[in-house]
């Protein structure tokens, strides 16, 4: 008796367990994952798209000047936040990142891929680059630009998405609204760099452009 006991006792207890290791809830919780399939949305796609008309939270992006380089609907002259040396740093970093391969460390288009046989961009010292508005510069950044269109800035979607004339793309997607602007400003250094008046340079500056420090002789019998 006591034999058949412990034999139902064992068998219960294994059935217990199975039944136990069978719950498996916490592994395949009743969630939808990310582009999973549903049959209970028309087209068999569980992930929705935003209602039409609506925004999520934190994208509203009402400021023309600082998001779309426009102030009253045209291309903007100034900038949407003051230019300090941290934000000139921030530019000169993105600008070695994304465009000195192309346009060079001084912004005169000779970057390596340009010697490697790329066609070379214009020099950022034209005078077409120094006269284009801030405004104009982040719309290429963000939006890109192709010689379709009479050359306007255009959005790399739509119409002109794949064109073999698209002359810069779009990286607003590898870059932050901020990063974009400060590129924006680090260009205009470049700009100023290149083309700006001896007169305006700091007394103390010019001194050391008309006496330039020279170089140690190396002693007599060395080399």
């Known amino acids: 008796m006591k034999r058949s006991n412990s034999i139902v006792s064992a068998v219960g207890l294994a059935i217990v367990g199975a039944v136990g290791c069978q719950r498996d809830d916490m592994w395949y919780q ?11 949305f028309a087209g068999g796609q569980a992930s929705r798209q935003p209602v039409g008309g609506t925004v999520a939270r934190g994208s509203l992006k009402e400021d023309a000047l600082l998001y779309a380089g426009t102030t009253n609907g045209a291309q903007s002259q100034v900038f949407p936040f003051k230019i300090t040396k941290e934000v000139l740093e921030r530019g000169r970093n993105r600008y070695e990142v994304f ?23 214009d020099s950022f010292s034209s005078h077409r680059l120094r006269s284009a508005s801030a405004g104009y510069l982040y719309q290429v950044l963000a939006k890109g630009y192709t010689q379709a269109n009479g050359g306007k800035v255009t959005s790399g979607a739509g119409k002109y998405s794949g064109k073999t004339d698209y002359v810069h793309p779009a990286i607003y ?51």
């Not at 001084?106 to 070379?120: A, P, S």
């Open 173 to 223: 997607k590898k870059n932050a609204v901020a990063d974009s602007w400060a590129m924006v400003a680090y260009i205009r250094a470049l700009q100023l760099s290149q083309h700006s008046d001896f007169g305006s340079l700091p007394h103390e500056d010019r001194a050391k452009v008309n006496n330039p420090p020279r170089e140690e002789e190396p002693a007599s019998g060395k080399h």
């Open 30 to 40: 009743p969630k939808v994952e990310t582009y999973e399939s549903s049959e209970f």
């Open 99 to 121: 465009c000195l391969p192309c346009h060079g460390k001084t912004g005169d288009g000779l970057g390596m891929i340009v010697q490697r046989g790329f066609k070379q961009p």
